[in-house]
């Protein structure tokens, strides 16, 4: 008996990952961070009017939920966002939990339009960056990145704007990084950051 429940629990499981891939999945639900574990200040993302407002000390908040049981190897993942004047964020992808600092692991996809870092919004941080801003503070925006073997793709409100291969370069001003698997992670970069995130969405790919 003990026997055909895991093996039932095994076919849900194996059964739910692959429903999903191919499939646009809502990673926020509009209520609270559950499926999200926050990191050292996690004061610094709260909850309001249905969307994420990021604003504190550093922190990061890193999905941990039940979507392809937060590991993530090739995907498309689109974050619609607005930035406040002077605001540093970023996306983390193949990333994992970390209770303090910057995540050791995974590429940092940039978010900043006015922060003093000339590292602007879609750059894969440090290893292949964007000096150009495609939106202003203030508005809604898209920020879609595509994932898959050794290619992260960066676009904005649907324009390309960063194709970075792994397999042409590999090191960075913060070492070396390589595409492997992992979860996913949202930003906070400082305490005059303020940066809003409404939906976080992300399709499992082969």
Same mark, same amino acid.
């Not at 999905?63 to 966002?81: A, D, M, T």
């Given at each position: 008996m003990k026997r055909s429940i895991l093996v !039932?629990? !095994?076919?849900?499981s194996f059964s739910s990952l692959f429903a999903q891939t191919g499939e646009w999945v809502e990673l926020f639900n509009g209520k609270n961070l559950d499926g999200w574990k926050l990191s050292?200040?996690?004061t610094s993302f709260q909850v309001e009017d249905g969307v994420i407002k990021v604003a504190g000390p550093r922190a990061h908040a890193f999905y941990v939920g039940e979507v392809g049981?937060?590991?993530?190897?090739?995907?498309?993942? %689109?974050?619609?966002?607005?930035?406040?004047?002077?605001?540093?964020?970023? %996306?983390?992808i193949h990333t994992e939990y970390q209770e303090n600092g910057w995540p050791n692991r995974g590429y940092e996809i940039q978010v900043n339009q006015s922060h003093s870092d000339w590292r602007k919004t879609g750059s894969v941080y440090s290893f292949q960056d964007v000096r150009e801003t495609f939106v202003e503070d203030g508005e809604w925006y898209t920020e879609h990145v595509i994932v898959q073997g050794d290619q992260i793709t960066v676009k904005v409100n649907g324009q390309v704007i960063n194709e970075y291969d792994e397999s042409e370069v590999r090191e960075g001003d913060l070492g070396s990084k390589k595409l492997s698997?992992?979860?996913?992670? !949202?930003q906070a970069h400082?305490?005059?950051?303020? %940066? +809003? +995130?409404?939906?976080?969405? %992300?399709?499992? !790919?082969?």
């Amino acid at each position: 008996m003990k026997r055909s429940i895991l093996v !039932l629990a !095994l076919f849900f499981s194996f059964s739910s990952l692959f429903a999903q891939t191919g499939e646009w999945v809502e990673l926020f639900n509009g209520k609270n961070l559950d499926g999200w574990k926050l990191s050292e200040n996690p004061t610094s993302f709260q909850v309001e009017d249905g969307v994420i407002k990021v604003a504190g000390p550093r922190a990061h908040a890193f999905y941990v939920g039940e979507v392809g049981n937060s590991e993530f190897k090739n995907f498309e993942l %689109i974050v619609e966002l607005k930035t406040m004047p002077k605001a540093n964020s970023g %996306i983390f992808i193949h990333t994992e939990y970390q209770e303090n600092g910057w995540p050791n692991r995974g590429y940092e996809i940039q978010v900043n339009q006015s922060h003093s870092d000339w590292r602007k919004t879609g750059s894969v941080y440090s290893f292949q960056d964007v000096r150009e801003t495609f939106v202003e503070d203030g508005e809604w925006y898209t920020e879609h990145v595509i994932v898959q073997g050794d290619q992260i793709t960066v676009k904005v409100n649907g324009q390309v704007i960063n194709e970075y291969d792994e397999s042409e370069v590999r090191e960075g001003d913060l070492g070396s990084k390589k595409l492997s698997s992992g979860t996913i992670a !949202l930003q906070a970069h400082d305490p005059e950051s303020v %940066i +809003y +995130y409404r939906s976080v969405k %992300i399709k499992l !790919l082969e």
